[in-house]
């Protein structure tokens, strides 16, 4: 039998050997899910975001089902980067898995000062979180081209580990903070992240979240991120992790055909933790029946007229 590769290069020193990515904060630090996932088998992992000092986060309830989704309104809570360093990052290291830390902070301070902590540390990657709805201040980033340009510019010059900014889909055009990710120096664009929602309570009349305002994912979101991924594949020649409602092998084939070189399961680990694995085995059946037998090959193969 022909050998199937599944194996995908994000930029230059990132490599997965397969295209399946855990996104940020669906897996809590990952060993509350030791005996669910075996992160040996994963493409890529991408923490919680984690900020400079501790965070409790938003007020519950901070997690509400919708018909084909789930709002969340966590608000960023995370143990602070010391702690982070010390009693979470040794047990993903333990494993073969690239590591991706995603960091916040509040002004580009706190994002340089978190730069040069990691920079002393055996990680993959950094991922730039500009864009959770559940902090204003960390989405407006994302929503503005001249300062996703100035953040991802400055962090650019005071680190040379791989560099990946997380997208919003809160904005009128993806494309155009793609671009300046890309012109400040950014190596790989993650999209998407959750989309600003809300639920409301009609018997008692109050906001199903804490927050009252969260982030959508799930299901819901799939085809809109899936639009993104193939405007902004054809807007950058950046490597794309593409997300957004991947619970099958089916969605990640779709986002993958739409251009993303890398898909990443969110919501779908709390919907079934084993997703990764049936994904993994679907794209291997489908590219032998394919007879493509390389996963590359499929990226951004979209038949437009
Ligand atoms: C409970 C929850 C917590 C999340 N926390 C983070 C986070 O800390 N940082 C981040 O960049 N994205 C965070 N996200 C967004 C996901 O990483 C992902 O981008 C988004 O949920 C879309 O993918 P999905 O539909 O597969 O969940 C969170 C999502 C959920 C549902």
């Given amino acids: 039998m022909k050998k199937i590769n599944l194996k995908v290069k994000l ?25 669910l996932i075996d992160i040996n088998r994963v493409g890529a ?26 709002l969340n ?14 009693e979470k990052l040794p047990y993903l290291k333990k494993f073969s898995t690239p590591v991706i830390v995603s960091i916040a902070g509040e002004g580009s301070e706190e994002y340089l000062k ?29 929503q503005d081209e001249v300062e996703t340009f100035n953040l991802v510019k400055a962090v650019r010059k005071k ?13 009128t055009d993806i494309t155009r903070i793609a671009k300046s990710a890309e012109k400040a120096g950014a190596d790989i664009l993650s999209l998407v992240n959750t989309f600003s929602a809300m639920g409301i309570d009609s018997e008692t009349g109050s906001p199903r979240l804490g927050g009252v305002v969260g982030g959508l994912s799930g299901p819901a979101i799939k085809p809109i991120a ?16 593409g997300a957004g409602g991947i619970l099958s092998c089916n969605d990640a084939l779709e986002f993958i055909i739409a251009g993303a070189n890398a898909v990443g399961l ?9 997703a990764y694995q049936e994904i993994i085995t679907g794209l291997k059946k489908y590219l032998f029946r394919k007879a493509i037998y390389d996963v590359n090959e499929l990226v951004g193969s979209l038949h437009e007229n």
């Fill in 266 to 274: 969110g919501t779908a680990i709390f919907v079934n933790p084993h």
């Fill in 226 to 241: 899936l639009r993104m991924v193939w405007q902004v594949r054809k807007a950058t020649s950046l490597p794309i992790i």
């Fill in 114 to 142: 978190l730069v040069q902590i990691l920079n002393k540390e055996k990680i993959a990657g950094i991922e730039l979180n500009i864009s959770c709805p559940n902090i204003k201040k960390n989405l407006v980033i994302a």
């Fill in 45 to 70: 992992i991408v923490t919680k975001t984690i900020t400079l000092k501790p965070r409790a986060g938003n007020l519950p309830p901070r997690l509400v089902e919708t018909a084909a989704g789930l």
């Fill in 159 to 171: 680190t040379e580990l791989p560099l990946l900014v997380k997208l919003s889909p809160n904005v």
């Fill in 73 to 86: 309104s966590i608000g960023l809570a995370n143990v602070g980067i010391e702690l982070f360093l010390k």
């Fill in 11 to 35: 930029g230059q020193r990132i490599i997965l050997k397969n295209p399946v990515v855990l996104e940020s904060g669906c897996f809590g630090y990952g060993e509350e899910y030791r005996d």
